[in-house]
C-alpha cells in the first residue's frame, strides 16, 4: 500500500472550482475531484500552521493546552509510527516553520526529508540591503528585508519554492512508483501570503491597481478599500491557478505509473484566509469565520475507488493521521481522538455531531455544520502554556516567561509524564474584544447576523463542554470561558458569561453612562499600556462624552491627550483593533 498527501498552506475553499468558485480556473482540482471524494464539511482543530500540522502527526486537538510549538516527547506522530513499522515517509516542504525553533522536532519524525527554502520571510538569501537594515536595526517594520533578498534570487518559475517542492515529490514517485510501503507529503505554504508568483499566472488576471498593497496582506482590518480589495483577491487568485498547475503535475504521475490501482491520494489545508471578507485580511485576530475554519478535503481510497462523489459527514484535521495509520493496517494509538474516514469514503456514515476548534488564546468555537458557536474567553482569566518544549514561533521562551514554572500532574494523553505549567498572555487584541458570536449557516451563511439565543447558547455550549472534557482540558479553561468544571452548563451561566463580556467590563465610576462597545475595548486597551494612569484620567474621558455616551471618537480623543508621545503609535494601532466588533 502507498499513500500520498498533497498539502496546501491558507487555501480557500471557495476559490476552488469544485466547491462552487466560477472565476479562477482550477481545472485539476476539478480533475481531482473527478477521480476521488470531495469534503463539503471539514474544518479545522488547533490553528494556525504548526498546531495543525502538530494534529496531523498526533490525531488529537492541541490548542486547549498549548500555543504554536514543537511536538512534544509524548506525542504520536503518525509518520514516526509509519516509519517504526517497515512504511518508509518522506515529507518534502518548503513551509518555512519546520525550521524555526517553534518546528523544529516535525521533519525529523519522517524516515527522510527534503526542505525547500525561500518561502515568506525565510532567512535564507542575504543582500546588501538586508545587512545595512540589520545595522540600522530596521529588520521590524513594513519591509520585509530577508523577502526581498529572497525574490532577488527567486528570478523564474523554476526557482520558485513550490516549483522546487513538488519537483522533489515528482522525483520521489519517478524512483519508487513501483516499490510498496511508502508515505509521501508534498506539502507547500503556497497559497499562504506574501502571494509572490510569476509572470505565466499573474497575466490571466492582469488588473490597474494604483495603491501600495503589494501581494502581502497585513494581518489587520481593511482599511485601504474596494480597490485594494479586488486588486488581492487577484493575486491570491494567481498564486491559486500555480497550486492547480503542480497538483495537475501529481495527477499525471497517477495517470503514468497506474498509481490508482492501490495508492490512497489526500489533498488538504491547514486553514483558509480572508481577503476581505467581514472587512479583515487574514487571520488570527478576528473570530475563526467559516472562510478560515471550513476548509477543502479531498482524498481518493483505492480500495473502494469511489469517484466524483461528495460526503456531507463532519470531519476534522485530526481525522487524516487516524486515516492514513488505518489504511495501512497500523494500530491506532489510544491518545488519538480522529476518527478514520474510510467510513465516510465507503459507506457515507457519520462519525461525529460537533467538532471544536480554534486558537489557544482565542474563542471556543464549535459547529455541527450550521451552527457555529463562538464561545469568548472572559476578561482577567487564567491562561497557561502546558509543555516540555518552550519556544515560540521562531524563538525560545524568554527567561523572563521562565521565572515562574508550575509542574502539571500528567494529563491523559502525556504517557504518566509531568508538564511544565507556565503563565501566558493573550495578546493586545484579546478575542474578548469581539465578544461571544452565534450563527445559523443555513440563513445566514456569510456569517454576518450574530444571533442572541440563550436556550440554543446553552445547548451548543454543553456539547462543547463534553468535547473539552473529552479532551482533558485544563481545568482553568472551563472559568476562562464561563463553564462550570463539574455538572451542566446551565442557561443561568450564559447570562452570567454574557454579563461579563459586557456590562461588567464598563470601567467602575463610569457605569452611569452609555459605552459603546467598540470604546469599552478601546478603553481597556488603553488602560494595559497605561495602567493606574488611564483610571486617573477617567475625568478627561467624561468630559468627551458625546452627549453622555462614551464613542469610539471620545475615547480616541481621550487616547490622545493622556498616551506619552513615544506610545501613541503603537496605542492607536491596539486601539483601532480592539475597536472592531465584528
Known amino acids: 500500500m502507498k499513500a500520498i498527501m498533497v498539502m496546501f498552506d491558507s487555501l480557500n475553499r471557495k476559490m476552488l472550482e469544485p466547491y462552487g468558485c466560477d472565476w479562477i480556473p482550477t481545472p485539476n482540482f476539478q480533475r481531482l475531484a473527478d477521480r476521488a ?23 488529537r486537538l492541541n490548542f486547549q493546552h498549548r500555543s504554536w510549538g514543537p511536538l512534544e516527547p509524548f506525542d504520536d506522530s503518525m509518520p514516526e509510527i509509519l516509519k517504526n513499522n517497515g512504511i518508509y515517509t518522506h515529507l518534502t516542504t518548503d513551509h ?3 525550521w524555526e525553533d517553534g518546528g523544529a522536532t516535525y521533519h525529523h519524525r519522517y524516515s527522510s526529508f527534503d526542505l525547500n527554502r525561500g518561502q515568506e520571510g525565510d532567512p535564507w538569501k542575504t543582500s546588501p540591503e538586508l545587512i545595512d537594515a540589520t545595522a540600522e536595526r530596521k529588520l521590524v517594520g513594513r519591509v520585509n528585508y530577508f523577502d526581498k533578498a529572497n525574490r532577488e534570487y527567486i528570478d523564474s518559475e523554476e526557482k520558485m519554492p513550490q516549483a522546487r517542492t513538488f519537483r522533489a515529490g515528482l522525483d520521489f514517485l519517478e524512483k519508487n512508483h513501483e516499490k510498496d510501503n511508502w508515505f509521501l507529503q508534498i506539502e507547500t505554504f503556497d497559497p499562504h501570503e506574501p502571494f509572490f508568483t510569476q509572470k505565466a499566472y499573474k497575466e490571466q488576471f492582469a488588473h490597474e491597481y494604483q495603491g501600495e498593497m503589494g501581494d502581502w ?14 486588486h488581492m483577491r487577484l493575486e491570491y487568485a494567481s498564486l ?30 491547514d486553514h483558509g484566509f480572508l481577503l476581505g471578507e467581514h472587512d479583515w485580511w487574514s487571520k488570527s485576530i478576528m473570530p475563526v469565520y467559516e472562510e478560515i475554519s471550513h476548509t477543502p478535503l479531498f482524498i481518493y481510497d483505492p480500495v473502494s475507488k469511489a469517484a466524483g462523489e461528495r460526503r456531507e459527514a463532519l470531519t476534522q484535521t485530526i481525522d487524516l493521521p487516524v486515516t492514513i495509520l488505518d489504511f495501512f493496517g497500523m494500530e491506532i494509538p489510544k491518545d488519538m481522538q480522529g476518527k478514520s474516514l474510510f467510513p465516510v469514503i465507503r459507506e457515507g456514515k457519520k462519525v461525529r455531531e460537533y467538532v471544536i476548534f480554534g486558537y489557544h488564546d482565542g474563542h471556543c468555537n464549535l459547529t455541527d ?38 509542574l502539571q500532574e500528567p494529563f491523559s494523553f502525556t504517557k504518566g509524564t509531568r ?23 443555513e440563513s445566514d451563511p456569510k456569517q454576518e447576523h450574530p444571533l442572541m439565543d440563550i436556550g440554543k447558547e446553552t445547548e451548543l455550549a454543553n456539547e462543547m463542554v463534553k468535547l473539552m472534557r473529552e479532551n482533558d482540558c485544563p481545568v482553568e479553561r472551563y472559568a476562562r470561558f464561563g463553564f462550570p468544571e463539574q455538572g451542566e452548563v446551565t442557561e443561568e451561566h450564559i447570562l452570567a458569561a454574557r454579563k461579563a463580556e459586557t456590562e461588567d467590563r464598563i470601567p467602575e465610576g463610569l457605569k452611569n453612562l452609555e459605552w459603546e462597545r467598540g470604546a469599552v475595548n478601546m478603553y481597556h486597551v488603553v488602560k494595559r499600556f497605561l495602567g493606574e494612569g488611564a483610571v486617573k484620567a477617567q475625568e478627561l474621558l467624561v468630559q468627551k462624552a458625546e452627549e453622555n455616551v462614551i464613542t469610539r471618537s471620545s475615547v480616541g480623543a481621550w487616547m490622545s491627550e493622556i498616551a506619552p508621545d513615544g506610545l501613541k503609535d503603537m496605542l492607536w494601532y491596539f486601539a483601532a483593533l480592539a475597536s472592531r466588533t465584528e
Open 96 to 98: 518555512q516553520h519546520y
Open 369 to 406: 455544520g450550521n451552527w457555529v458557536y463562538m464561545k469568548a474567553p472572559l476578561d482577567g482569566s487564567e491562561l497557561y502554556e502546558y509543555t516540555l518544549m518552550p519556544t515560540h514561533m521562531n524563538s525560545r521562551f524568554p527567561v523572563s516567561e521562565l521565572q515562574d514554572i508550575g
Open 37 to 59: 471524494v470531495t469534503f463539503d464539511c471539514n474544518y479545522v482543530g488547533s490553528m494556525p500552521c504548526m498546531p495543525a500540522r502538530r494534529e496531523l502527526h498526533t490525531g
Open 240 to 269: 491559486i491557478t500555480m497550486c492547480d498547475h503542480y497538483l495537475g503535475k501529481v495527477l499525471d504521475k497517477m495517470d503514468e505509473y497506474g498509481l490508482w490501482e492501490d495508492t490512497m491520494l489526500i489533498v488538504n489545508t
Open 217 to 230: 496582506p497585513p494581518y489587520y482590518f481593511v482599511t485601504e478599500g474596494e480597490d485594494s480589495v479586488r
Open 419 to 441: 508538564t511544565m505549567k507556565i503563565s501566558a498572555k493573550a495578546g493586545m487584541n484579546d478575542a474578548i474584544n469581539f465578544g461571544t458570536k452565534l450563527f445559523c449557516l
